[in-house]
């Protein structure tokens, strides 16, 4: 069964149903608003004047053939009218159909409501001839006064459409013209106002109270098809355009039709405002209507199964529904942010920013702000999007946008905004608009979208032509594509050096390569390469294909083979080898060779230095001759100076050398001044050389002058190493008239000062000890760390405190394996009268016999010779000394009773062991003797008289006392071993056991360390 449903613009729209009448049909398509779906109900005209009504039937047990997933309908009782049914409206509640009727005249148009419940019968009204619009409300009584149209519409033909908003106080008219096309002008009829409002689409401006989109050039040439209001929201109207028969928008492609889908406010005090404007997507083919927060479509035939591409459609099977702009990213959000993000929207769009925020102060959805931000990118208001970034906490956007103001286009700044947004298309399109070429190819880049950036560079953003060319050769070669990554480098004209880098480990394609551009830089860099891996011979080849003579002098001066190098100097007259080269022969005192390539390189000032130190006088002037003025001139003043000095004018000479500054020939004066010259003409000379750096002649000078304090000073001002020659230079003899006695030691403490602060100590003690300070020269040798000399020194010096100190440096060495040290420790002491410190000595002596020898007996005897020089020493604190002669006592009583022990043990076992068990019973045992030495004993013992068990007792005693790690070094693995197969016990267990408590005690350490360190600070 198929219904023919009206007629537009000469076409047929075709509503397909299966089944009989009564029976469950599948709705195919659906087409403009000839049909509807409100509560559960679905009505369609036909060309017959019927009214076919179809409600869900998907809750019946019935059941139906359908496919599944797809709603059920079911048909009801049919109405039949006189003419076309061109519009069908429904309540929102859904109680009645409001008809509107095709004219059988031309002036017969007809209003019909009928009840959905099937019973009423329908009335009508008829308009009119003068073309007036009749508004009727509830029971068909007036509800404003009538408008004529033909005034606000010349040539009028009907009234195609008409829509109420949701409060009835607006209501929007289609209306075609006399040749049946539709007019491009949308009338909204305030009615409590009682004031009409044109919007034209085809107006140039607005004049008087028509609206034009003239700022929206795209909508330029288009008709408005159908309308609607917002079915809760009064102010909230949106309509579909279609372009003008015979008028193609710009971009538009062939066999496509350019259809565009556009919101408004509509109020009182703003009038009507464009919110939103967008072409119809190409899945859909007719707008069904609007409720906040979304647009509502039919979808084409053939497209039922998709619409997930759309962000936020809800798909059903022939209509699907698309979030407003302002609402994207919000989902199904509460209704009180739905009104606040409706009344931001209306105030943003009005320009009234401090209501739009009291709107949304108390939102605090991140969601909403992101939504919020996105719609600043549309509405290009930057203020707004800095404070619905900071709501996002979106810090690396907020940071972005700040530095952008500093963009002059506004574009420019929003784009990256929109950039920041994810948005990138919008920011695209900005930066399009704006012209910002080069924002544009960083986006392009920042994006991986190389082949656009490099074609907008090409075209518009020559200047970063090369800079792009490069960055794509860096993404190229990241992702691994070496060969186009090769190709862009050289159109980037940094293949050079980039090439070589990147072909770094593949050494065969990198000669290839080399070889295959033939450029002098990549043979240069080839053959640095080649001289880098020691390849000599490669390297020279390529030196000369890149014509690098520096390089190939220096090459072959490196290999000795210079007489090679000075040919190629000579043959190619390239300045940077011949200055090589001579520096070469200068090194080698081949001063004639130098000077001929120091001339070659232009180098006159080197070629004349050498000619005056090594008096070529008959070279220096033709050299003076090829130089500058300036040169001549000091060539001259040169040979004038050494005519004076030859004729012993030292003073003109020098006057001379002030004058013209010739240091060279200053230094020849000054090698021939000497004690009885001038004391203030060798001042003058050191002054000289000071104010010009040359510090070391300075000093020579003063010491030739005896001016010995400034002379020190200046060494130590400049830091100027104190040489033997000089020390012995500032050293004055004793018979000397220039410096008294005190003058002269203090002079040589002094130079001994300066001496130690260089680290030269052996220098330092010899000046100490020349003014008599031999304490300080102690001192010095001991940092030297020179033993011998250390030892010499105390033996002539006979100071005890030099002994002293000598004895105290001898302890820090290795003694133990060194016996003259040990001889030398107490003779020392002993010469020093410090049997204190020679006490302490002993003790240590006795502590090392018994930790690395278990040596009782010789630590028995050093004990011995402690107590003995305690005895003898006169301390300061008597208290002090008793107090340590009584802890020697404990300790020599307590290694006798473990001698005697020991001792006795072949004689009188029992006794041994019985001395040995009180031993354990000790206090001050840890500190005397190693608890490991009584226990082994004891351990040895048992093994031997077979009473395992008590070994075994002992034995773990000494796991408990003693490291686990340290056993070996008391007793024998063998006797270990030994004692758990006589107490029948496996030695694994015992070693598990041991590690445990060992690992428990090391933790416990940790721990311990681990609070202190946290209580440390």
């Not at 009507?272 to 609007?290: A, C, E, K, N």
């Not at 420019?412 to 910002?436: I, P, S």
């Not at 060969?483 to 990147?502: G, I, Q």
Request: proline share 2%.
């Amino acid at each position: 069964m198929h219904l023919i449903l009206g007629k537009f613009n000469g076409g047929r729209s075709v509503v397909k149903l299966s089944g009989k009448t009564g029976n469950s049909a599948d709705i195919i398509l659906i087409d403009h608003s000839l049909v509807v779906t409100a509560m559960g109900l679905l009505a369609a005209g036909t060309n017959k004047g019927r009214v076919a009504m179809w409600r869900n039937a998907s809750g019946s047990s019935q059941s139906t053939g359908a496919l599944e997933g797809k709603e059920k309908w079911k048909l009801q009782a049919s109405t039949e009218l006189e003419g076309n049914i061109t519009q069908i409206k429904v309540r929102q509640e859904g109680a009645s159909l409001h008809l509107i009727k095709t004219p059988e005249t031309s002036a017969d148009y007809r209003i019909f409501v009928k009840q959905t419940a099937m019973t009423a019968d329908y009335w009508c009204t008829h308009c009119q001839r003068d073309q007036s619009s009749v508004l009727f409300h509830r029971e068909a009584k007036v509800h404003c006064n009538s408008k004529d149209f033909s005034e606000l519409f010349p040539g009028l033909g009907n009234i195609a459409s008409v829509k109420c908003n949701a409060n009835g106080s607006k209501v929007s008219i289609l209306v075609s013209k006399a040749n049946g096309s539709t007019d491009s002008k949308i009338c909204f009829y305030d009615v409590e106002m009682d004031k009409v409002t044109l919007f034209d689409f085809k107006a140039e401006q607005g004049i008087g109270r028509e609206k034009s989109v003239v700022e929206y050039p795209e909508l330029h040439n288009h008709i408005p098809v159908c309308h609607f209001w917002d079915c809760s929201e009064p102010r909230l109207f949106v309509c579909e355009t279609i372009p003008e028969a015979g008028v193609q928008s710009p971009g538009q492609k062939d066999n496509q039709l350019d259809v565009w889908v556009l919101s408004f406010f509509s109020t009182e005090e703003h009038g009507l405002l464009l919110q939103d404007s967008f072409p119809l997507p190409s899945l859909y083919q007719v707008v069904l209507g609007i409720e906040v927060p979304h647009y509502y479509f039919a979808k084409k035939p053939g497209e039922t199964g998709k619409g997930q591409a759309e962000s936020g459609s809800k798909v059903l099977q022939m209509a699907s529904r698309r979030p407003m702009r302002d609402f994207i990213g919000l989902g199904d959000c509460d209704k009180a942010t739905q009104d606040a993000m409706l009344n931001f929207s209306f105030y943003l769009t009005a320009g009234d920013m401090d209501e739009a925020f009291k709107s949304i102060k108390l939102i605090k959805s991140e969601a909403v702000w992101e939504n919020m931000a996105r719609m600043c990118v549309k509405t290009q208001r930057l203020d707004v999007a800095k404070i619905c970034l900071g709501n996002m906490g979106h810090a690396r956007g907020a940071k972005a946008l700040r530095e952008a103001e500093q963009e002059p286009e506004q574009e420019a700044r929003v784009a990256v905004l929109a950039v920041q947004l994810g948005m990138l298309e919008d920011a695209e399109r900005l930066y399009k608009a704006c012209k910002r070429y080069d924002l544009l190819n960083k986006f392009y880049q920042a994006t991986n979208q190389w082949q656009k950036a490099i074609e907008t560079a090409e075209a518009h953003d020559r200047v970063h032509l090369r800079t792009t060319y490069y960055n794509y050769a860096k993404h190229l070669e990241a992702v691994g594509d070496h060969a186009l990554a090769l190709s862009h480098y050289e159109k980037s004209d940094t293949h050079r050096f980039e090439v070589p880098r990147m072909l770094s480990e593949d050494l065969q394609a990198l000669e290839n390569y080399v070889n295959k551009m033939k450029d002098k830089s990549l043979w240069k860099w080839w053959a640095q390469y080649l001289e880098s891996q020691s390849d000599l011979e490669s390297a020279l080849k390529y030196y000369a294909l890149a014509q690098d003579y520096f390089s190939l002098v220096r090459v072959h001066c490196f290999q000795g083979n210079i007489q090679k190098a000075a040919e190629i100097a000579n043959e190619t007259g390239n300045w940077a080898a011949s200055y090589h080269l001579a520096r070469q022969y200068e090194s080698q005192d081949e001063i004639k060779q130098a000077v001929h390539f120091y001339t070659r390189a232009q180098a006159f000032n080197n070629a004349i230095r050498l000619c005056k130190e090594n008096n070529l006088d008959d070279q220096l002037m033709n050299l003076a001759l090829l130089s500058s003025p300036e040169d001549m001139i000091e060539a001259a003043y040169f040979k004038l100076m050494l005519f004076l000095q030859q004729r012993r004018h030292f003073s003109k000479a020098l006057e001379l050398a002030f004058a013209t500054q010739q240091f060279g020939a200053l230094q020849l004066i000054a090698e021939d001044l000497d004690e009885k010259s001038d004391p203030a003409l060798l001042a003058r000379c050191s002054d000289f050389f000071i104010e010009h750096a040359q510090y070391e002649k300075a000093v020579e000078l003063l010491l030739t002058a005896k001016k010995y304090h400034e002379a020190l000073q200046l060494c130590l001002k400049q830091n100027l190493t104190i040489t033997e020659e000089m020390a012995e230079r500032m050293t004055v003899s004793k018979d000397s008239k220039d410096l008294s006695e005190e003058a002269r030691r203090e002079l040589l403490e002094q130079i001994a000062d300066c001496c130690m602060r260089q680290g030269n100590y052996h220098m330092a003690t010899k000046k100490y000890t020349q003014a008599g300070n031999k304490l300080k020269a102690m001192k010095a040798l001991l940092r030297s760390g020179d033993t011998e000399k250390i030892v010499f020194f105390a033996g002539v010096s006979r100071q005890r405190e030099i002994y002293i100190m000598a004895a105290n440096y001898l302890q820090s060495l290795d003694w133990r394996k060194d016996p003259e040290i040990m001889k030398n420790i107490i003779s020392f002491y002993t010469k020093g009268r410090a049997l204190d410190l020679l006490a302490g000595f002993y003790d240590v002596c006795a502590q090392v016999e018994i930790d690395e020898y278990q040596n009782y007996e010789k630590a028995q005897g050093a004990l011995t010779e402690a107590y003995k020089c305690l005895s003898k020493a006169k301390t300061k604190s008597p208290l002090e000394q008793e107090s340590k002669l009584a802890h020697l006592q404990s300790k020599m009583a307590l290694i006798k009773r473990f001698i005697h022990a020991r001792r006795v043990y072949s004689e009188d076992p029992k006794e041994a062991v019985r001395q040995c068990e009180l031993l354990l019973a000790e206090q001050d045992l840890d500190n005397t003797i190693r608890q490991g030495d009584v226990l082994g004993f004891l351990v040895e013992h048992y093994l031997q008289v077979e009473e395992f068990h008590l070994a075994y007792q002992y034995l773990e005693q000494m796991r408990k006392r003693i490291p686990c790690t340290n056993l070996p070094y008391y007793i024998k693995q063998q006797t270990v071993e030994a004692v758990h197969r006589g107490a029948g016990i496996p030695i694994s267990q015992a070693l598990v056991a041991e590690q445990s408590q060992h690992s428990s005690v090391e933790n416990k350490d940790v721990e311990e360390e681990v609070a202190d360190e946290a209580e440390g600070p």
